[in-house]
């Protein structure tokens, strides 16, 4: 395809529309977003609409919980932004977890378009990015230029689903992880805790950014300690680092939510599992 960046493997999406978002991908029902603009099309009923509005601001409440710790709101805003926020995650995965390490591939899960996995592979990395929808992938003309010119070897994409039951035929994390011995994930929505329980399941080390919540999509997630329904950002990383005592935490030098939680290569191996904490 001239808009991929590299191989396209996967075929088991071939019935998900460009626009569809990660939840509509790991769960088949639509985002409130996707609600929105079906509501316009359809010429839904006013009480329809006010629906899809009442889930709208609840979607901003969401994205204004990362403001209240001092973040600029998670997604970051411009092109630009989201282009450094990837080349700066690059550049922290190559100081925290190693060259060497990442040099056994590296499974970018949820990448969207590929902006992550563009930067892996200019730095010399073996990269897959896995994505069930169609438009996974697809570079920019700039960035198509900026890879061919590097003469590094392009990123590869695997339409699919990771961490989660996969239909029959499609590719299971088994199969992907042949590719990479590190999971990866910037900002990855609804998909965030399939990665990181996908990658404790088969024993892979992982540096994932969470961003947006999604309480009202996740209603029986509890945080750790207090028990109370996970309903900010600060209660999402939390929960997500109570699933192993060897799950680390760290800080990107950018904007949008920028909270890394990572496990090294290595560290499930030796640090084992233990019973989640006891509400109080």
């Known amino acids: 395809r001239s808009q991929s960046s590299g191989t396209v493997e ?18 088949g029902s639509e985002s409130p977003s ?4 079906a509501a316009v099309v359809a010429g ?4 329809t609409r006010a629906s899809t509005h009442s889930r709208a601001r609840v979607r901003a409440k969401e994205i204004m919980d990362t403001r209240t710790i001092g973040l600029d709101p998670a997604h970051g805003g411009t092109g630009r932004a989201i282009k450094d ?18 040099s ?45 010119r590097s003469g590094m070897e392009p990123f590869t994409v695997q339409h699919a689903l990771f961490g989660v039951d996969t239909p029959a035929g499609a590719a299971s994390d088994a199969d992907l992880l042949r590719r990479a011995h590190f999971v ?8 965030t805790e399939a990665i990181v329980d996908g990658a404790l399941r088969h024993g892979r ?17 509890r945080h750790p300690v207090t028990g109370a329904a996970v309903s900010s950002y600060v209660d999402f990383v939390d929960y997500l680092q109570a699933k192993h005592p060897a799950i680390r935490r760290a800080i990107l030098p950018c904007g949008g939510a920028n909270i890394v939680l990572w496990v090294p290569p290595g560290a499930l191996a030796s640090t084992p599992a233990s019973p989640p904490v006891s509400p109080l």
Request: charged letters at 20%.
């Open 10 to 27: 996967g075929t088991n999406d071939t019935s998900s529309p460009a626009t569809a978002s990660h939840w509509t991908a790991y769960t």
């Open 34 to 37: 996707q609600s929105a603009v």
């Open 44 to 47: 839904a009923d006013t009480s």
């Open 85 to 102: 926020r990837a080349a700066t995650f690059c550049t922290w995965l190559r100081a925290a977890v190693g060259d060497e390490a990442l």
């Open 104 to 148: 056994a591939g590296v499974l970018d899960v949820a990448g969207g378009t590929g902006e992550l996995s563009l930067e892996l592979a200019l730095a010399g990395f073996r990269a897959t990015l896995v994505d069930p929808r169609t438009n996974s992938g697809y570079l920019r003309e700039f960035q198509r230029k900026r890879l061919r």
């Open 184 to 191: 990866v994930g910037l900002h990855p929505d609804e998909a």
């Open 205 to 221: 080390a992982f540096a994932v950014v969470p961003c947006c919540v999604f309480g009202r999509l996740f209603p029986w997630r």
